[in-house]
């Protein structure tokens, strides 16, 4: 690699650089041959293109594209913005109260507030933190949502774990499969307990990190039986072909229902179908994508809550409205969104996911009362 390509890695995309993106994506080039090309590397370049994509629903054939000018217009925006201070009028405090407080009573993330109503907010998201904390609004920080606090979970083994189910399936494995192939779409599992812990109901998560959706699945506890169950469910329902272009790669931990590796990988034991690896023990952040992302589960279902009453509809109320709600990491867009765009319309079906609008979205526990 020559100097300049050395020389290049570390720097802010220029709109040359953006152009690049833009002629790459339109020839079919794959993010690390983009990357080459621009001696940036390919992580840079999909989040170049995350955070800038255009979306639109009026043309069905071009709803999902990145244009250069845009891109770069925006960022110069951005970085303009983060610098400077906004003054409001008394009027247009209350005016930003009206709109805002209602919907923080809601339930509704600060960042999903901002992000579905950039135009009529007349500040950046972190002044209207500082205005929720300072008490200029009418809500206090006690009405935001509050982070979910993690804690070092009882393992109790339920079921027995395969011999040798981690070989050539470790977080390190992972690494080095990535490095050759780069561009794999990953999707990481997990469980999230109730009350009644493993033996009571739980809910089965699988988060796609290339657009931030999240499955929930309703279990009569954790135990790979059930398990097995959902990707029988998904096999069958999807066929082969789309459970594979779906699930490339499954990322989970070392809970006792996952050490089957087979379970994934040749949900009927015929064809392998998927690679599944293991984060390495006590590492969650491994798959950090989704642990943060439980904590919107965390918004309706606290912890120390009985899953007992939970029924498949009220999981599915649930997970649309987590789906609908605006992610900053998405250029404001919604999992859902980006799910109709990356993911096959069959998972969509099968899984009877809705947008729910923005001013809709209902992160309380009262949302499943």
Not at 61 to 69: E, G, I, L, M, S
Not at 287 to 301: A, D, P, Q, S
Request: glycine share 4%.
């Amino acid at each position: 690699m020559n100097t300049f390509i050395e020389s290049n890695k570390g720097k802010h995309f220029t709109l040359s650089d953006r152009i690049s993106i833009e002629a790459g994506i339109e020839k079919g080039w794959s993010f690390k041959k983009i990357a080459d090309e621009l001696g940036k590397s390919p992580s840079s370049v999909s989040r170049e293109v995350r955070r800038h994509l255009i979306f639109s629903l009026h043309y069905y054939d071009d709803f999902f594209f990145y244009r250069a000018k845009h891109s770069h217009d925006t960022s110069l925006e951005l970085r303009s913005s983060s610098r400077s201070g906004i003054n409001l009028s008394p009027e247009e405090l209350d005016q930003l109260d009206r709109l805002v407080s209602p919907l923080i009573k809601k339930g509704q993330p600060l960042s999903h507030i901002f992000l579905s109503h950039m135009e009529d907010i007349p500040c950046c998201q972190r002044t209207l933190y500082s205005y929720v904390d300072k008490q200029y609004l009418s809500v206090i920080n006690l009405d935001l949502p509050r982070k979910v606090r993690y804690k070092k979970r009882k393992k109790k083994q339920l079921d027995t774990p395969v011999p040798g189910y981690r070989k050539n399936r470790t977080y390190r494995d992972l690494l080095d499969f990535l490095a050759s192939s780069p561009d794999s779409s990953i999707v990481e599992l997990d469980v999230v307990e109730g009350a009644g812990g493993k033996s009571g109901p739980v809910l089965l998560t699988l988060f796609f990190r290339n657009c931030s959706l999240m499955l929930l699945f309703l279990l009569p506890g954790d135990r790979r039986k059930y398990v097995q169950d959902v990707f029988d469910l998904l096999l069958s329902e999807l066929g082969p072909q789309t459970y594979s272009q779906l699930f490339p790669i499954i990322l989970t931990d070392n809970g006792s229902s996952f050490l089957d590796p087979s379970l994934f990988e040749m949900p009927h034991r015929q064809d392998v179908l998927t690679k599944v690896f293991y984060c390495d023990p006590m590492s969650f952040w491994q798959k950090g994508c989704l642990e943060k992302n439980h904590e919107f589960i965390r918004y309706i279902l606290p912890k120390g809550t009985s899953f007992d009453s939970l029924t498949e509809q009220k999981v599915n109320l649930m997970m649309n409205h987590i789906n609908s709600t605006a992610r900053a990491s998405l250029n404001s867009c919604t999992p859902f969104q980006l799910a109709l765009l990356l993911l096959d319309a069959k998972l969509m079906s099968l899984m009877d996911l809705r947008s729910v609008p923005a001013d809709q979205i209902h992160l309380k526990p009262d949302l499943i009362k």
